[in-house]
């Protein structure tokens, strides 16, 4: 059984859950995700792995409400069980590939926006444990919507900035990743951005005028997780691949942007999808 452990909203219809799951936290690495399902009718949602914990067996997870579905797993409360929980899918973030003196000599720069804060958060704490501190810039629409924040402070130098002005940097991570570069004089020779594909893509191309590698993790639709639909399919540098299995990180000056986001928009006004369509959902209340 997939017990819910615990349950805290981050943000308004944000909720951070820790599942009890041992097979899926002994095998977890930071970059991969799993696929959960409330019920033997629900839908296949794909979710991050946030944080894990192999002596204990749990994961955690965290879930934005932007539809039926997600809106769903957000109404159950600890004691809930979801009837399916699979991973870990994906492959690893590479940074698990190098040594620590490998790690030692790179300057990381991790950029995250929304709740992008969650799956950036695992990395940065494996960074931490091996002796290195990255630092980080995290995104939000206003002060109110920021995510992990305490947390990542524990582990990393953490620049804030909000596109009201009402926390730390008034503006956009774009803006944010260029006055750390131009006017503070930061060198970074490795980026990786996680959020909404429209911010990956202009972070990815701020990223490029500086020549610095950047890597993006897409969270695009998946249906199976494991290659089969092809529901995840995306171009990188004129090929094409699948965010389930080769993936979900990329380099993100290669991604085509306008495609994966046309996809993305296919799905929207479905009635499974569209929150707006079943609001008795008691999680509103």
Same mark, same amino acid.
């Given at each position: 059984?997939? *017990?819910?452990?615990?349950?805290?909203?981050? =943000?308004?219809?944000?909720?951070?859950? !820790?599942?009890?799951?041992? &097979?899926? =936290?002994?095998? =977890?690495?930071?970059?991969?995700?799993?696929?959960?399902?409330?019920? $033997?009718? @629900?839908?296949?949602?794909?979710? +991050?792995?946030?944080?894990? *914990? !192999?002596?204990?067996?749990?994961?955690?997870?965290?879930?934005?409400?932007?539809?039926?579905?997600?809106? !769903?797993?957000?109404?159950?409360?600890?004691?809930?069980?979801? =009837?399916?929980? +699979?991973?870990?899918?994906?492959?690893?973030?590479?940074?698990?590939?190098?040594?620590?003196?490998?790690?030692?000599?790179?300057?990381?720069?991790?950029?995250?926006?929304?709740?992008?804060?969650?799956?950036? #958060?695992?990395?940065?704490?494996?960074?931490? $444990?091996?002796?290195? $501190?990255?630092? %980080?810039?995290?995104?939000?629409?206003?002060?109110?919507?920021?995510?992990?924040?305490?947390?990542?402070?524990?582990?990393?130098? %953490?620049?804030? /900035?909000?596109?009201?002005?009402?926390?730390?940097?008034?503006?956009?991570? +774009? @803006?944010?990743?260029?006055?750390?570069?131009?006017?503070?004089? !930061?060198?970074?020779? &490795?980026?990786?951005?996680?959020?909404?594909?429209?911010?990956?893509?202009?972070?990815?191309?701020?990223?490029?005028? #500086? *020549?610095?590698? +950047?890597?993006?993790?897409?969270?695009?639709?998946?249906?199976?997780?494991? @290659?089969?639909?092809?529901? /995840?399919?995306?171009?990188?540098?004129?090929?094409?691949?699948?965010? /389930?299995?080769?993936?979900?990180?990329?380099?993100?000056?290669?991604?085509? #942007?306008?495609?994966?986001? &046309?996809?993305?928009?296919?799905?929207?006004? *479905?009635?499974?999808?569209?929150?707006?369509?079943?609001?008795?959902?008691?999680?509103?209340?």
């Amino acid at each position: 059984m997939f *017990n819910i452990l615990t349950k805290r909203e981050l =943000a308004p219809s944000i909720f951070e859950m !820790r599942v009890h799951a041992p &097979r899926v =936290a002994a095998s =977890a690495q930071p970059g991969q995700f799993l696929i959960v399902r409330t019920d $033997e009718e @629900g839908e296949r949602i794909p979710l +991050t792995i946030c944080d894990f *914990n !192999r002596e204990e067996g749990w994961v955690t997870i965290v879930t934005q409400i932007v539809g039926y579905s997600s809106g !769903r797993i957000c109404a159950m409360e600890p004691g809930d069980a979801f =009837a399916d929980l +699979t991973g870990p899918l994906g492959r690893p973030s590479d940074i698990l590939e190098m040594s620590d003196e490998e790690l030692r000599i790179h300057k990381f720069l991790f950029v995250a926006g929304g709740v992008g804060t969650a799956p950036v #958060y695992p990395q940065v704490k494996w960074l931490h $444990e091996h002796g290195v $501190e990255a630092d %980080v810039i995290i995104g939000a629409k206003t002060k109110g919507l920021f995510t992990y924040v305490d947390e990542m402070k524990q582990v990393g130098r %953490v620049h804030l /900035c909000t596109d009201d002005g009402s926390e730390g940097f008034h503006g956009m991570v +774009t @803006g944010l990743i260029e006055q750390l570069i131009e006017k503070e004089g !930061r060198e970074f020779d &490795r980026c990786v951005v996680i959020g909404p594909m429209i911010m990956m893509k202009f972070a990815s191309l701020t990223t490029k005028k #500086y *020549n610095l590698p +950047t890597v993006v993790s897409l969270n695009a639709l998946m249906v199976d997780g494991t @290659g089969m639909c092809g529901a /995840c399919r995306v171009t990188v540098d004129g090929q094409t691949r699948f965010t /389930c299995v080769d993936g979900p990180e990329f380099d993100g000056h290669l991604v085509d #942007y306008d495609e994966a986001m &046309r996809r993305q928009n296919m799905y929207r006004g *479905n009635p499974k999808t569209d929150i707006t369509k079943h609001q008795n959902c008691k999680c509103h209340g």
